[in-house]
C-alpha cells in the first residue's frame, strides 16, 4: 500500500493484526513511475494500478515504519501543537472582547492569563457579576488562586473597577456569550 496522509493507518494496523505482511510504499516511489505515462491523471484506479507496477517491477523499498511509542509520541505532538495554535487565536479574541465588556480589568492584574485574572472571569465572566459578588466570596477566590500574595486591597480594587466600568452597554449578551464560549474550549 501506498502510505498517504493518514489513510493508510487503519487498513495498515488492521491487516498487521491479522497476520499479513504489509508493505507500506512511499509515495514518491509510485509518483515516479507515473511520469514513465504519458497520461499523467491521478484517480484511484490509476494510482492502484501505479502501486500494483511498482511492485510487480520490484523495484520499491519500503518504507520504515516508526515503533507504536514513536507513532503515540508524534501523535501527540500534533495534538498539542493544535492546542498551542487554537490558544494562540482565542487569547486575542478574549482580549477584544473584555476590551470592549470590561476595559479595565487588564489593568489590575500583571498577568491576564494568571491563574487569578482566569480564575475571577470564570466564576464571575461579567463585570456586573463582580461588582455583584460578595466582597468575601471574591476574596476567597482570588486568596485561593494567587496562593494568599493578593490582599484584601486587590479584591477591593477589582470589585471598584467592576462597579465603575467605562463598558459597551449594548449587545453586552452577545459578548458575553463569546467570551463563555472562548472559555470553554
Known amino acids: 500500500m501506498e502510505a498517504t496522509g493518514h489513510y493508510w493507518y487503519t487498513i495498515y494496523s488492521f491487516l498487521q493484526a491479522k497476520g499479513y505482511t504489509v508493505y507500506v510504499i512511499n509515495p514518491i516511489q509510485s509518483d515516479s513511475l507515473r511520469s514513465m505515462y504519458i497520461r499523467q491523471t491521478k484517480n484511484d484506479s490509476k494510482d492502484s494500478f501505479l502501486i500494483a507496477e511498482v511492485i510487480r517491477f520490484g523495484q520499491f523499498t519500503t518504507t520504515a515504519l516508526a515503533y507504536k511509542n514513536l507513532l503515540a509520541m508524534g501523535q501527540l505532538c500534533r495534538y498539542r501543537d493544535s492546542v498551542i495554535t487554537d490558544r494562540t487565536q482565542i487569547k486575542p479574541r478574549i482580549n477584544t472582547i473584555l476590551e470592549q465588556i470590561f476595559p479595565e480589568y487588564e489593568k489590575q492584574f500583571s498577568d491576564l492569563w494568571g491563574s487569578t ?55 453586552q449578551n452577545a459578548f458575553v456569550f463569546q467570551l463563555i464560549q472562548l472559555f470553554e474550549r
Open 117 to 171: 485574572s482566569t480564575g475571577i472571569l470564570e466564576t464571575y465572566i461579567t463585570p456586573d457579576k463582580i461588582a455583584n459578588a460578595p466582597v468575601d466570596e471574591l476574596y476567597s477566590l482570588i486568596k485561593d488562586k494567587c496562593h494568599n500574595k493578593l490582599t484584601m486591597k486587590k479584591t477591593l480594587s477589582v470589585k471598584e473597577a467592576a462597579t465603575n466600568t467605562f463598558c459597551i452597554k449594548i449587545a
